[in-house]
């Protein structure tokens, strides 16, 4: 490689590197270094205190709240955008009437911001005039008025739904994406050999499908990883942490609580889990790549 | 030729953002920064109207970045953490202030507020509780507020009432009879948590007394005493009753405020800020709404008043300290814009020389209360520590979720206080 070339390829590199370095590595190492802090985020002084903070978070209570939720959340943030997007995509791929003002309508959701599709949901979610508790007053005869995002059992679950109406477009469009890439007479070969639709789907087009299926999945799990600005505009974290993520626990004890440091250390729990999930991910990825590639 | 094209280039990329970086330096200079939660229904444009008057009379411009006021509590931390306070911020009087002054973030106005006469012009009472952190002075008080209980003129009338109930037994039967006449006796918006506190506040305050409260505050007595467990009693007392609207933590307080201004409820607890949101949306202060102290529950308990303050405060390292002091000296002692502010947030004045004629008629009634009551105390997440508050906070909306649970809940945060207190 001539040195002009050399020149190029570190000016090029330089300003994208500088920005990762900025943005993303600078941030990451001041996290693990105040995670060994006392700092309380006003005060300029403070101490070290070894691993103090990892030791507080093996008995802190609503740690381990916050972990079981985040399992549910990320659990549930995969298993039913995939699902749904597949159902909806299978759908739409038959060429139903109106299918393509279908497949916009379910694709639009995913082009709002978490923020206003926070607000619609809390809207819908009101309980004296929400959408949800008016259409069930009218179908059951019956007086509802739960207040899906006040009470401690449904806080989560009511965000969960809000987030899959939001993501199944996403997955959706991939499916059908992907479903366009399944030879039509291989399908009719098929029906010809007397298979039935289930074992169509089953033994042919989910098989055929599992590129599509890596990719669903990716994003899937690099969105729940990050879904943390619906869960802050439609509860918080609350009523009184019943939804709180590890995200939202690490932001509150940060912010609202000024523990930097403790908050910091859970950053880094959070971190490191981030990287298990992302290594398994990685590890599948090259299984589907050696089989498919 | 190309050679020194592709440098420039790099040199380029490399001295732009640093350009950047120069500018924001540069453009502060002779200008005072600010950062401050009157916005929306809180009043930006009664603020930055004030702020013309200052700039006005002293030439000394502001460059203002408000925040919305639940996210300013923690946009202020971010900017502290990252060494890029602002000169000049507003903040809420009491423990908050005290855990910033601890921190060291913020610079001491003993000297401006000496050569400014200010002792002649702020209220004593407030002057003494709101502005002296570990013996020196930090904050101005840029207006403060009262909670009581406001009601629906209408409504109150309807059922009869002719003067507000003056004990507690009074304040049950008036509730009772709001039920029986079909009308929420009491409304609440706790989703944001804290307009809950009003109520843990005042029960505590009328039966255990401003010292016992203030010691809880302290981390000097625990939420698992008597005393607690008494005012806590008579809460989940109301709950069984029947007497709040369904559904508290669903609301946000500008509900409950509708809520009233509909006629649906009767009453509800709430700080003086609430007159500003109604007389927005047309209400006649007197006429469609008044208020009255909240009973009198233990005979002998000094009276207290609850309120906020707030304040204006200067970061440590402030560029322009000279421009932040006469902006405070000049917002707090210039009696037109005192009188015009307070009018506009729907807040009283801590001005000596504000008359109080200028308010309408249900603030000079709050002003009298205040002025009479013979102890004026914080509201809870001001009272009290920022980690041991949000303790509280969590603890009052767990309640309201489930009164039933009121033992459980005060063993639990009786231990969670104590020690958040302890770090």
């Known amino acids: ?293 | 030729m190309q050679k020194i094209t592709r440098r420039a280039m790099l040199g380029t990329s490399l001295a732009l953002p640093a350009l950047g970086v120069a500018r924001m330096a540069w453009a502060q200079a002779g200008e005072v920064t600010i950062s401050h939660y009157f916005t929306g229904d809180l009043g930006m444009n009664a603020f930055n109207a004030q702020v013309e008057k200052f700039t006005e009379a002293t030439g000394i411009t502001l460059r203002d970045s408000p925040v919305g006021h639940e996210d300013f509590k923690t946009d202020i931390l971010v900017r502290a953490a990252g060494n890029s306070l602002p000169d000049v911020f507003s903040y809420w009087a009491g423990a908050r202030v005290q855990f910033i002054a601890d921190a060291g973030a913020l610079h001491p106005i003993d000297d401006m507020w000496a050569a400014k006469g200010l002792d002649d012009v702020i209220a004593r009472p407030v002057a003494d509780s709101a502005t002296i952190y570990n013996g020196q002075r930090y904050l101005v008080p840029m207006n403060y507020h009262y909670a009581g209980m406001f009601y629906n003129t209408k409504v109150m009338a309807d059922i009869g009432m002719t003067e507000p109930p003056a004990t507690w037994d009074d304040f049950l039967n008036l509730c009772e009879a709001l039920k029986a006449a079909g009308i929420t006796p009491v409304a609440l918006g706790s989703r944001d948590r804290w307009p809950a506190q009003f109520w843990f506040d005042y029960l505590l305050l009328r039966t255990a007394g401003p010292d016992y409260r203030a010691r809880l505050m302290a981390g000097d007595a625990r939420y698992d005493d008597a005393e607690v467990a008494a005012a806590m009693a008579m809460w989940k007392d109301m709950f069984d009753r029947d007497l709040f609207a369904a559904n508290a933590n669903a609301d946000d307080w500008t509900d409950a405020a509708d809520k009233l201004a509909r006629g649906e409820a009767a009453m509800t607890l709430m700080g003086t800020w609430i007159t500003g949101y109604w007389n927005g949306n047309g209400l006649t202060p007197g006429e469609d709404y008044d208020f009255f102290e909240f009973p009198q529950i233990t005979e002998g308990i000094p009276n207290a008043a609850v309120g906020p303050v707030d304040g204006l405060v200067i970061a440590h390292n402030a560029a322009n300290m000279e421009g932040a002091e006469e902006f405070l000296a000049f917002m707090v002692s210039d009696a037109g814009v005192q009188a015009a502010w307070a009018d506009a947030q729907g807040a009283l004045s801590a001005n000596v020389n504000v008359d109080p004629a200028a308010y309408n008629v249900v603030m000079q009634k709050a002003a009298a209360t205040v002025a009479a009551a013979e102890a004026f105390a914080f509201n809870h997440d001001l009272a009290t520590p920022p980690p041991v508050a949000e303790v509280g906070l969590s603890m009052f909306a767990r309640f309201i979720d489930d009164p039933s649970q009121t033992g459980a809940i005060l063993a639990q945060v009786a231990g969670d206080a104590a020690a958040a207190f302890d770090e």
């Open chain 1, 1 to 293: 490689m001539n040195r002009q070339n050399r020149i190029w390829r570190t000016a090029l590199l330089a300003a994208p590197l500088a920005v990762f370095g900025l943005f993303v590595v600078w941030p990451l190492m001041s996290s693990f270094y105040y995670s060994f802090t006392n700092w309380n985020g006003f005060n300029p002084n403070y101490d070290f205190v070894g691993f103090a903070n990892f030791g507080k978070i093996v008995t802190d209570r609503l740690f381990l709240n916050a972990t079981i939720n985040t399992a549910i959340w990320m659990v549930a943030a995969i298993v039913l955008p995939t699902a749904l997007g597949l159902g909806l995509a299978l759908l739409l791929d038959r060429k139903l009437p109106g299918a393509r003002f279908f497949k916009s309508v379910f694709y639009l959701p995913i082009c709002l911001s978490a923020v206003i599709v926070g607000q619609i949901w809390i809207w819908i979610y009101q309980p004296d005039w929400g959408l949800l508790n008016t259409v069930l007053r009218h179908v059951t005869g019956a007086e509802h008025n739960w207040a899906w995002l006040a009470r401690p059992n449904t806080a989560l679950w009511s965000v969960i739904v809000a987030w899959s109406w939001q993501q199944t477009g996403l997955s959706m469009v991939i499916y059908l994406a992907g479903l366009t890439g399944i030879p039509g007479d291989l399908l009719e070969v098929c029906e010809i050999e007397g298979a039935s639709p289930w074992q169509r789907l089953r033994r042919v087009v989910l098989p055929l499908l599992t590129p599509s299926t890596v990719v669903v999945v990716a994003l899937s799990v690099i969105n729940s990883l990050k879904g943390f600005d619906i869960l802050y505009i439609m509860t918080g974290g609350g009523p009184f942490n019943s939804s709180d993520t590890l995200a939202m626990h690490m932001y509150n004890e940060s912010f609202a609580k000024f523990r930097m440091g403790y908050g910091s250390a859970i950053s880094v729990v959070l971190f490191l889990i981030a990287m298990v999930v992302i290594g398994l991910y990685f590890r599948q990825l090259r299984k589907v790549d050696r089989i498919y590639g």
